[in-house]
């Protein structure tokens, strides 16, 4: 507090068993005095600038005869938010606890209590005195009789002293119990508040609720718009939560308000400690959903934010707090899973489903290494010739415990769990390594493609990985096709840039996957290095929806060849889709109509049967059934 600061007045607590002591300190302390005055000078002589009268701290002095009645009062007024600043006690006040024994007890009730221990007799050595209370900093003998200015000055200095240590350590409690970003309480707050309702909740028999809350697109946000934004962002998702919680006070007791935490990244927790039922725990997570929905305005950007959330229920789910947690935290996973922006309660069933997506990642994390992983090929084709185009790698796992996993399954872990750029480098190594030996035996593979994900595109090293992968398997740059997603060019849209450039640079092209359904806009597509472009296969899945999908289909065939882009059809499978895409001019196809993904063994027997063929054909009834089981592959 600076030396000029007018302060509010402290409560000093005189403990004597003289109740003609008590009016001396009363007139010491409580009256304007020539001593004021000078102990004002003294300060401003200490502080090196003026101290003016009137900012003279003003001190309440109460009166105790014996130890334990001041205890009591040093009790009271810390439970009304009055607590003393400085005690004043006497060495020996028979028949009672003596000074040493009174300043023990309250220390105990209050440790930051600054105490002047006053005593006219010689038997209370500082050694002794600190083998009794220890070693500290909060104590001051005063041997009697004592100088009126003496008392001034140590009560002015001791309850400056103990302004300043309270404000310190109301500093230090917000860095350790909130978050500097958002103001909302932390981890560490958190977890002790939800001890402390859980206990409660255990105790006494009500409901409480655990609210588990994760941002559905902040990733995305914070990579294209910057951390600034991010941070900003999360400022305004954590007010939009205190005003959810400040709505709930039909739902949850006023006395027991709800409490809104920052675990961490965009992770947000509220817990509601005391509800009727469950479906009240409900009304707020649709409440917060709809809150945080809303648009947010971050300096010259308009965002749109939506959050899941898992509930987890007290004492139903759950009796200790890493158990509710857990139970929280699935819940909000299956709601993420159910298409984000809602929320939903734990259900037994989620433990099973999280054992067994523990146990594919720990299987996955060792696939490579036990030779699990192999990749099928499925031929592209020029529908106006018929002519083989491309090989596209496809990613199989095979686990002797799990048995055939498809790719949705364990791609999306594997993207989680940081296994994704070891296994990509894994499968681009291999079929570039093929592609090289089937050219070396004379066959004619065009080029292979093999998908990236956004992991692997925006890492540090990928360009120098794929430049030695090419160097190690000498396969022509040429005939490599690097596939990526369209919505992939939103996220780290710089990086992304670079990273296609160098591959074009290195000589290897460039097809965007699934086009048509992410976020391309035709100026950008323009300035991008890309190759090829992969119809979305939803653009021919049904052809029964008339003259908007084959104009659809015929503005994108006809910009791609305006931008001299290869054209690529997916998920072609039936003979009317074929037809359909020749009569439309559509270059390139690729789905089950024409083949299935095949084996090593297989794919290399298809070409050398290639060399004779001139159109792509369907696939032989033979291999129907086949079908279906590739189908739930890809």
């Not at 009560?155 to 240590?165: E, I, Q, V």
């Not at 899941?308 to 699935?330: C, M, N, R």
């Not at 709601?335 to 069933?349: H, I, M, P, V």
């Not at 106006?384 to 095979?398: K, P, V, Y």
Request: proline fraction near 5%; charge should be negative.
């Amino acid at each position: 507090m600076p030396p000029n600061a007018t302060t509010d007045s402290h409560r000093i607590l005189v403990i004597d068993d003289n109740a003609a002591i008590h009016d001396d300190f009363r007139k010491i302390l409580q009256q304007s005095s020539q001593e004021k005055v000078d102990l004002l000078k003294m300060e401003s002589d200490l502080f090196g600038q003026d101290v003016l009268p009137e900012s003279t701290t003003r001190f309440r002095v109460d009166a105790a005869f014996q130890g334990r009645e001041g205890l009591e009062m040093l009790r009271r007024a810390k439970a009304e938010n009055r607590p003393y600043a400085l005690a004043f006690v006497d060495g020996r006040m028979p028949p009672g606890w003596d000074g040493i024994e009174t300043i023990k007890r309250l220390w105990e009730v209050s440790p930051d209590l600054q105490v002047v221990f006053c005593t006219a007799y010689a038997d209370y050595s500082w050694r002794d005195i600190q083998q009794s209370l220890g070693p500290t900093d909060g104590l001051v003998i005063l041997k009697k009789p004592f100088d009126n200015l003496e008392v001034l000055q140590l009560s002015h200095a001791l309850t400056r002293k103990w302004a300043l240590n309270r404000d310190v350590q109301g500093r230090l409690r917000d860095l350790a119990f909130n978050d500097t970003l958002t103001g909302l309480a932390n981890r560490v707050q958190f977890m002790d508040r939800f001890a402390v309702t859980l206990s409660t909740a255990l105790r006494h028999g009500h409901k409480a609720a655990l609210l588990f809350i994760d941002l559905d697109n902040f990733k995305r946000i914070n990579d294209t718009l910057g951390h600034g934004v991010g941070d900003e962002l999360l400022q305004t998702v954590a007010e939009r939560l205190r005003r959810c919680l400040r709505d709930t006070d039909s739902i949850a007791r006023p006395s027991l308000p709800g409490l809104a935490a920052r675990l961490g990244g965009d992770e947000f927790t509220v817990i509601l400690p005391e509800i009727q039922r469950g479906e009240f725990a409900a009304t707020v997570a649709r409440r917060i959903v709809e809150h945080l929905s809303q648009p947010m305005d971050l300096g010259q950007h308009r965002v749109l934010v939506t959050a899941s959330i898992g509930i987890a229920l007290i004492p139903q789910d759950g009796d200790t707090v890493e158990t509710l947690l857990k139970k929280a935290d699935l819940a909000m996973y299956a709601a993420k899973r159910a298409g984000s922006n809602t929320y939903g309660f734990f259900q037994d069933s989620m433990t099973a489903l999280a054992q067994q997506r523990f146990t594919l990642e720990n299987q996955l994390r060792h696939a490579i290494a036990r030779k699990e992983l192999s990749l099928h090929y499925q031929p592209q084709f020029d529908l106006l010739t018929g002519r083989l185009s491309g090989m596209e790698a496809l990613l199989r796992w095979d686990n002797p415990e799990l048995g055939k996993v498809p790719p949705k399954e364990f791609i999306p872990i594997a993207e989680e769990c940081g296994l994704i750029v070891s296994i990509g480098e894994w499968v681009l190594r291999t079929a570039c390594a093929q592609a090289a030996a089937w050219i070396a035996q004379g066959l004619d593979i065009p080029r292979v493609a093999v998908n990236v994900s956004v992991h692997q595109l925006v890492h540090v090293h990928f360009l120098d990985m794929v430049r030695d992968v090419l160097a190690q398997t000498g396969l022509p740059p040429s005939c490599l096709e690097i596939e990526i997603t369209e919505d992939l060019l939103a996220v780290k849209p710089e990086i992304v840039l670079t990273t296609l450039r160098g591959l074009r640079a290195l000589g290897a092209q460039v097809a965007i996957d699934d086009f048509g359904t992410g976020y391309s806009s035709l100026s950008r597509l323009k300035e991008l290095p890309v190759d090829c472009l992969k119809l979305d296969g939803s653009f021919i899945s049904d052809l029964a929806g008339g003259i908007p999908d084959q104009a659809l289909l015929d503005a994108m065939i006809a910009m791609a060849a305006g931008l001299g882009l290869r054209v690529i059809a997916e998920n072609v499978e039936t003979h009317l889709q074929s037809s359909f895409l020749r009569d439309r001019h559509c270059p390139g196809g690729q789905g089950f109509h024409f083949s299935l993904p095949m084996p090593r063994d297989q794919a290399e027997a298809f070409l050398r049967g290639e060399k004779n063929k001139t159109r792509p054909e369907a696939i032989p009834p033979g291999r129907v059934a086949c079908q279906e089981e590739e189908r739930g592959q890809d």
